[in-house]
């Protein structure tokens, strides 16, 4: 089973950057799609970014489509979330999980997650 690590969210104010990472265990994880998602209280936790096995071709929500760039390193097992011109309405808990079709998860476990906090 993949386990999945989130780091390097924070508290920045609106106009700023962030860059998430996300480390996966496990030999097969070059092999699948991956994606980032997020949750705010009080709200279901939504889809935001999806890139391919090969980082060749990426979906965004469109919400954060033109700020946010999905990136994954497959020799460091590890997936990215470059955010920019962050708004408080992207403050979230930000999750990182394999992908099942464009925009779901694939049902396997949720890590931690990390916290970002954007300021108005």
């Known amino acids: 089973q993949v386990q999945l690590v989130e780091s390097g969210g924070g508290l920045v104010q609106a106009g700023g950057s962030l860059r998430l990472s996300c480390a996966a265990s496990g030999r097969t994880f070059r092999s699948y799609p991956m994606g980032w998602f997020r949750q705010a209280p009080g709200k279901e936790r939504e889809f935001v970014a999806r890139i391919n096995w090969s980082g060749g071709s990426t979906y965004y929500a469109d919400s954060v489509k033109g700020r946010f760039t999905i990136s994954r390193d497959n020799a460091k097992n590890t997936v990215y979330l470059q955010m920019n011109s962050l708004k408080p309405e992207d403050t979230a808990v930000y999750y990182c999980?394999?992908?099942?079709?464009?925009?779901?998860?694939?049902?396997?476990?949720w890590g931690q997650g990390t916290q970002v906090t954007v300021s108005s």
């Open positions: 999980n394999r992908m099942d079709g464009l925009t779901g998860p694939s049902g396997g476990s």
